[in-house]
C-alpha cells in the first residue's frame, strides 16, 4: 500500500513569491494535515483538511491556505513568502475524524532566500 | 495552554534499555502518540495511548499516566539504528485534528 506522498521534494523561492505544495494521502484515508518543522523547532501545526473541508488551522496567518479536493490530495499555498518560512512541511493523512494516528510523507523542503 | 516537555538528547548503548520521558500541560486530553524520526525523513507512527497502562509492540512500549500528565517510551534491546529523534505528540479535544509536538528527544546509540 503506498504511503503519503509530497511534491515537490525540494523548493527554492525568494521573499515575496507565493508557492503551492501538493499531498496526496493514504487510500481509505479522508483527513490531511499540514505541519511546519522549522530548524530547532517542533512540528507546528498548519491546517487540517476533511472531507473537502477546513476543520481547523493552527497559530499563522493568513497567507497559509490551502484546500482538499475532492479525491482527498490537498494542497498548500504560502503567499508573499517570508525568509522564517523556510522549513520543512509535511503533510499527514489519517482516518476520518481528526483522532486517529497521523502518517507522514517525506516532506517538501522550502528555502526562501 | 498546552505544554509538553521532554530531553533534548539522550545517549545510549546498543543492546541497553533506554527511556524517554514526556510530560504534557493540556486541557481535554485525548490521546498521547510516539513518533520517529530519523535525520532527514518524516515522522513515522510508533505507539498511541489514551488509557493508563503500557502498551507493549516488540522492542518498543510506551506508557501513559493520565493523572501525572506523564508518558514514557521504552526502548529495548538498542540498535544503531534506533539512533533517531522521538515525538511525544498529545493530541486535545479543544483542538481536534491538531497534534501538539513536543521539540523531540534526539537519541544517539554507540556501540
Known amino acids: 500500500e503506498a504511503g503519503v506522498t509530497q511534491s515537490p521534494t525540494h523548493l527554492i523561492k525568494t521573499r515575496g513569491q507565493q508557492v503551492t505544495l501538493r499531498c496526496s494521502p493514504i487510500?481509505?484515508?479522508?483527513?490531511v494535515y499540514w505541519y511546519q518543522q522549522a530548524l530547532g523547532l517542533g512540528l507546528q501545526f498548519l491546517l487540517w483538511y476533511d472531507e473537502g473541508e477546513e476543520r481547523n488551522r493552527g497559530n499563522f496567518p493568513p497567507r497559509f491556505s490551502g484546500r482538499q479536493f475532492p479525491n482527498y490530495s490537498s494542497e498548500l499555498n504560502v503567499n508573499a513568502l517570508e525568509l522564517e518560512d523556510s522549513a520543512l512541511y509535511l503533510c499527514?493523512?489519517?482516518?476520518?475524524?481528526?483522532?486517529?494516528?497521523?502518517?507522514f510523507g517525506p516532506g517538501t523542503r522550502l528555502t526562501v532566500t | 495552554g498546552q505544554n509538553i516537555d521532554q530531553p533534548t538528547e539522550m545517549t545510549a548503548t546498543e543492546g541497553a534499555i533506554v527511556q524517554i520521558n514526556c510530560t504534557y500541560q493540556t486541557s481535554g486530553f485525548n490521546g498521547l502518540f510516539w513518533y520517529q524520526q530519523h535525520a532527514g525523513e518524516a515522522p513515522t507512527f510508533l505507539s498511541y495511548?489514551?488509557?493508563?497502562g503500557l502498551e507493549e509492540k516488540g522492542r518498543f512500549s510506551s506508557f501513559l499516566s493520565r493523572s501525572k500528565g506523564y508518558s514514557y517510551l521504552l526502548l529495548k534491546e538498542l540498535q544503531m539504528k534506533d539512533s533517531a529523534s522521538y515525538l511525544c505528540?498529545?493530541?486535545?479535544?479543544?483542538?481536534?485534528?491538531?497534534?501538539?509536538f513536543g521539540k523531540g528527544t534526539k537519541l544517539s546509540v554507540k556501540p
Open positions: 495511548n489514551v488509557l493508563d
Open positions: 505528540a498529545v493530541s486535545h479535544r479543544g483542538s481536534q485534528g491538531n497534534l501538539i
Open positions: 499527514a493523512s489519517s482516518l476520518a475524524g481528526g483522532t486517529y494516528e497521523q502518517y
Open positions: 487510500s481509505g484515508h479522508t483527513s
